[in-house]
């Protein structure tokens, strides 16, 4: 990898510009990149970036993505962002702190971590299923947080079932179960539903749920979890 190097892109650009746009283009080049500091990007992609008639070297045309990180930040720019088009419950997940994607299957998710999403996501397929969601809540998520989940996941009316895997590092297994109660009991919840709960405080998040009275397939292998979970819909 090779560092950002203000006086190596100017020696490169002189290959293709002559005369006085040299250091014009040098200096649009480093605006760019303070550009790029300034307002926490992770991308600034100029195309085309050209030389008109006049000699003069003009940026004009740009795509920027921003660090969702740096909200707290960049409040002014995060402010202007159009969600005319983006899917309501994705919005609504934001809100909460959750992220939630959704996608084309029958079995939705809840699970903590991009990584053991994805992992959930890949089995159901292995067992011949298929994810209606990306929902991760977290590292730091709140019993509220779980109750939110699920009302955002039933209001997809193609689940037929609903996953939850968890694994409990940072995230208490209890408040998870907690969170489960509530939910259901709030939304008289009648669909299916799989919980996979692992680590911290499990024993007693199990025990909660088994005196719930509801009718929650707590299973400890990932495996025959996403095997239960498929069958709820086959």
């Not at 409040?75 to 919005?91: K, N, V």
């Not at 989940?149 to 409990?168: E, S």
Request: charged share 25%; aromatic share 6%.
């Amino acid at each position: 990898k090779r560092g950002i190097n203000a006086e190596f892109g100017k020696q490169w650009y002189q290959r293709r510009v002559r005369g006085g746009a040299v250091e014009q283009a040098a200096g649009e080049i480093r605006k760019l990149y303070d550009l790029f500091l300034g307002v926490d990007a992770t991308q600034v992609e100029v195309n085309p970036f050209g030389l008109t008639d006049q000699n003069e070297v003009v940026c004009f045309d740009a795509k920027i993505n921003f660090d969702d990180n740096s909200q707290f930040r960049q409040r002014e720019i995060f402010a202007m962002e159009d969600t005319s088009e983006s899917d309501p419950r994705e919005l609504e997940a934001a809100e909460s702190d959750l992220n939630y994607i959704a996608m084309e299957g029958n079995i939705a998710c809840l699970v903590n971590g991009a990584g053991l999403a994805m992992a959930t996501m890949d089995i159901i397929q292995l067992h011949g299923g298929a994810p209606a969601n990306f929902l991760d809540v977290g590292g730091k998520v709140q019993e509220a947080q779980v109750e939110k989940a699920f009302n955002i996941l039933t209001q997809d009316p193609a689940v037929k079932a609903i996953f939850v895997n968890i694994f409990g590092g940072i995230v208490d297994c209890k408040v998870i179960a907690s969170g489960i109660i509530s939910a259901c009991q709030k939304t008289a919840l009648e669909l299916p539903l799989v919980v996979r709960l692992k680590g911290s405080n499990m024993d007693a998040a199990r025990d909660l749920l088994a005196s719930s009275g509801l009718k929650i397939q707590a299973i400890d292998q990932l495996n025959e979890a996403a095997e239960a979970a498929v069958k709820c819909v086959m």
